[in-house]
């Protein structure tokens, strides 16, 4: 259950988010949804704290920049991707499709960090995102890394909603899909969760959390060069193996460099680059 006040602070940020624009005080209520009074509180605490300011005779608001920093510090320390944002890059830079790592959250998957791909016509998604963990990629990826009574005993609990006409919503089919890809080595979404999207994904352990590699990207573009794209996710995800098992040898600081030179013994070179 949300904690009134939390969501409403965050719903505040996000609505300057969508709005691009000072907003005033009946501008924010009705962003989201709240009685003025109850606003003004909200409004009149984060001002004092220095994440909002005031100005005009309309007394329109924005929010300072001390949230931006705060962010960058806290996002410059953060365990799961510190780790993968070079390997994600890397298999960006390979796949030219969106590229995404995620980590089980509950029943659902969140997307830790996300890169998306430059073509016009592209997967979109954002970090912070959650997904039914039964019809993407990367949530088939985390649950067949779950030894399996929980493995079991969560597809059991799980609701299986229909996303697409492609999604699996029997537990037994769900599960023999499961075995299947885990013998094969990767794991696949062929328009379960959005019609027209495909994804591949591996797992991958990260400092102890469940996570999982992969790219996205329209269905007939990924199809079309599938085998390219698994190879590149392959080649990615071993050198993310190697850095992670680095990492998790040594104590900060110089983590960073020794993941960097986990990376180049693992072998991994730009697309097209032989060594």
């Not at 006409?165 to 899909?177: D, F, I, M, W």
């Not at 885990?182 to 797992?203: C, K, S, T, Y």
Request: proline fraction near 5%.
């Amino acid at each position: 259950m949300d904690v009134k006040t939390a969501a409403r602070t965050l719903d505040l940020f996000e609505a300057f988010t969508g709005e691009c624009k000072p907003l005033s005080l009946s501008d924010i209520a009705r962003a989201i949804g709240a009685p003025v009074s109850s606003c003004f509180g909200l409004v009149n605490t984060l001002e004092k704290r220095g994440y909002l300011y005031s100005f005009g005779a309309r007394r329109a608001f924005y929010p300072t920049r001390k949230m931006l920093e705060n962010v960058r510090r806290i996002a410059q320390h953060d365990p799961l991707a510190d780790v993968a944002r070079p390997i994600l890059e890397a298999l960006s830079a390979r796949s030219g499709e969106t590229v995404l790592f995620a980590r089980r959250a509950g029943d659902q998957v969140v997307y830790v960090d996300v890169i998306e791909s430059t073509h016009k016509i592209r997967y979109a998604a954002q970090a912070g995102e959650f997904f039914p963990i039964h019809c993407s990629a990367s949530g088939k990826a985390i649950l067949a890394s779950l030894a399996e009574p929980e493995r079991r005993a969560l597809v059991a609990r799980l609701p299986l909603d229909r996303m697409t006409r492609n999604t699996v919503t029997r537990r037994p089919a769900l599960l023999k899909e499961l075995t299947l890809s885990m013998q094969r080595g990767w794991f696949v979404n062929r328009g379960e969760h959005i019609e027209d999207v495909m994804a591949i994904a591996l797992p991958v352990r990260v400092n102890g959390e469940c996570c999982a590699l992969g790219v996205a990207g329209p269905f007939q573009r990924l199809e079309a060069a599938f085998d390219r794209h698994l190879k590149a996710l392959q080649a990615e995800h071993r050198a993310l193996e190697r850095s992670c098992a680095a990492s998790a040898s040594i104590e900060r600081p110089g983590a960073a460099s020794v993941r960097k030179q986990a990376i180049k013994e693992a072998g991994h070179q730009p697309w097209g680059v032989k060594a």
